[in-house]
């Protein structure tokens, strides 16, 4: 139905914010913009993996560093709330370039060679 809607106001793309309900139907999701050709991006690599055009958002595997590091330090006697709130310093950009290639859109070289990954 939501598709739908974006479908019949034309809009010129789809933008996921994170929320797990959405990265649970992430195929579901990308499946749907691509049968409607609905240039998408989202947050995180998985919907690129999904089929989705392109990614950016937190590094994953330098989150999951960060939680072994907090929980070493509560392990070793720290007290959680005395621990500061880290913000993700380190970013992952990802372009997928089948769906690209399916939606007809030329990606820039410059852009290709600023990605962290392109999946082919």
């Known amino acids: 139905m939501a598709f739908a809607a974006l479908v019949d106001n034309r809009v010129d793309a789809l933008v996921v914010g994170p929320d797990s309900m959405f990265f649970n139907r992430r195929v579901q999701i990308t499946t749907l913009a ?18 989705g055009l392109m990614t950016y958002g937190p590094n994953l595997a330098d989150r999951d560093r960060q939680v072994g590091i907090y929980t070493g330090r509560i392990l070793k006697g720290e007290k959680p709330a005395d621990l500061p709130i880290l913000r993700a310093t380190k970013f992952q950009f990802v372009i997928n370039l089948q769906t690209a290639r399916a939606f007809d859109i030329e990606i820039p070289p410059t852009l290709l060679a600023i990605a962290d990954e392109v999946i082919e």
Do not use: Q, S, T, W
Not at 34 to 51: F, K, M, Q, T
């Open 34 to 51: 691509a049968r409607h050709v609905l240039p998408d991006i989202y947050n995180a690599y998985d919907y690129a993996e999904a089929g």
